[in-house]
């Protein structure tokens, strides 16, 4: 089952320093019929105005994912990390038994946008811990990239049964994830015109996907998007135990 999310249905927020898209509920938005996706609980699509920076605030049994689509993202956090990461990279922060963490644009000029996903874990109370890895354009040009999973190695190491992929695709390139048994698929266009298995979409569009073997996408112009694959039954821990 394939079921479009137009942009216009997704909630915007802007605080002036920044704006965001939040797909599921977050923070004061509450959405019952988009309050997570299996394994995966938040995806926003947020943007920074120059130098801004989100204060370090806590979080608990959360795997956050961040990928940067445009600009230059720092981060700062509790363990005493800071690092500034380019648009294509890609990082795991573990906040299982609780950490502090900021977010932040590292340019005075330039404004910076990234993608944030939080996965529920498999194990409750894990060590904080940062993995992050700078991935080019051209890896995901013309391919569904793989740039999370929970093998590690060549991907940066979620701990949760859940993949994360990026793509540029030029007009006319196809490309198709299959799904297993009992798995679901977000995917978002962050830029372009597209086809879902051959339904349009275009900048802003996402997409939940269910019940079926495979997802076809075909870019119609260039395109630039984000697949999430993830286990829809599964058992919650730590903090999300009986929550969901």
Not at 17 to 30: I, K, L, M, Q, T
Not at 67 to 73: A, H, I
Not at 215 to 243: K, Q, T, Y
């Amino acid at each position: 089952m394939l079921r479009i999310r137009r942009d216009r249905e997704i909630y915007e927020v802007d605080g002036g320093w920044f704006h965001a898209r939040w797909h599921f509920s977050f923070d004061h938005y509450r959405d019952p019929e988009n309050d997570g996706f299996g394994a995966m609980r938040v995806f926003n699509d947020d943007r920074l105005v120059p130098g801004a920076a989100w204060p370090l605030h806590p979080h608990k049994d959360v795997e956050g994912l961040t990928y940067v689509v445009e600009g230059t993202f720092r981060h700062e956090d509790s363990l005493g990390n800071d690092g500034v990461l380019p648009a294509g990279s890609v990082q795991r922060m573990t906040l299982g038994s609780g950490a502090y963490h900021s977010e932040q644009n590292a340019s005075a000029t330039e404004p910076m946008r990234f993608i944030q996903i939080w996965i529920l874990p498999d194990t409750p109370d894990l060590p904080p811990s940062v993995e992050q890895r700078v991935f080019t354009r051209e890896d995901r040009t013309n391919r569904l990239l793989q740039v999370v999973g929970p093998e590690g190695g060549e991907v940066v190491k979620v701990h949760q049964d859940a993949r994360l992929y990026v793509a540029r695709l030029e007009p006319g390139v196809e490309a198709t994830h299959a799904l297993a048994e009992g798995r679901g698929a977000y995917v978002y266009l962050i830029e372009g015109r597209a086809t879902f298995d051959g339904e349009p979409v275009s900048t802003g569009d996402a997409a939940k996907v269910t019940d079926q073997p495979s997802l076809r996408i075909r870019a119609e112009e260039p395109s630039e998007l984000v697949l999430v694959d993830v286990p829809l039954r599964f058992r919650p821990v730590g903090i999300w135990a009986g929550r969901i």
